[in-house]
Nanobody, 127 residues
Framework: QVQLVESGGGLVQAGGSLRLSCVVS????????MGWFRQVPGKEREFVAG????????SYVDSVKGRFTISRDNAQNTVYLLMNSLKPEDTAVYYC????????????????????WGQGTQVTVSS
């Protein structure tokens, strides 16, 4: 059974930092590209950041470029999202997701490309 378990969310003041982690079990981690998405009530889940299977390609939504960094440790089956200079508009539930059998150097921004999802972790940024 494939499981993705996020951690690291919480309450932080504007300008602060958080690091989210997502541990994957039940499949070979290096087979999948990984992504982070976020969702606020009443809005669609949006792509935040993604990383290719080999970690050499990354992609970010414009609103987080220069502030967020995605990385992965294939030996630990873990993907991370380091979030700096957080803003109140970053408040959301953050989900990690796996794009099964993605080409080795490809990152997809499309939600429908992702096959497995975690349960989410809440990030709240106070002003």
């Amino acid at each position: 059974q494939v499981q993705l378990v996020e951690s690291g969310g919480g309450l932080v003041q504007a300008g602060g930092s958080l690091r989210l982690s997502c541990v994957v079990s039940g499949r070979t981690f290096s087979w999948d590209a990984m992504g982070w998405f976020r969702q606020v009530p009443g809005k669609e889940r949006e792509f935040v950041a993604g990383i290719s299977r080999n970690g050499r390609s990354t992609s970010y939504v414009d609103s987080v470029k220069g502030r967020f960094t995605i990385s992965r440790d294939n030996a630990q089956n873990t993907v991370y999202l380091l979030m700096n200079s957080l803003k109140p508009e970053d408040t959301a539930v953050y989900y990690c997701a796996a794009d099964r059998y993605a080409p080795i150097n490809v990152v997809s921004k499309a939600r429908d490309e992702y096959d497995y999802w975690g349960q989410g972790t809440q990030v709240t940024v106070s002003s």
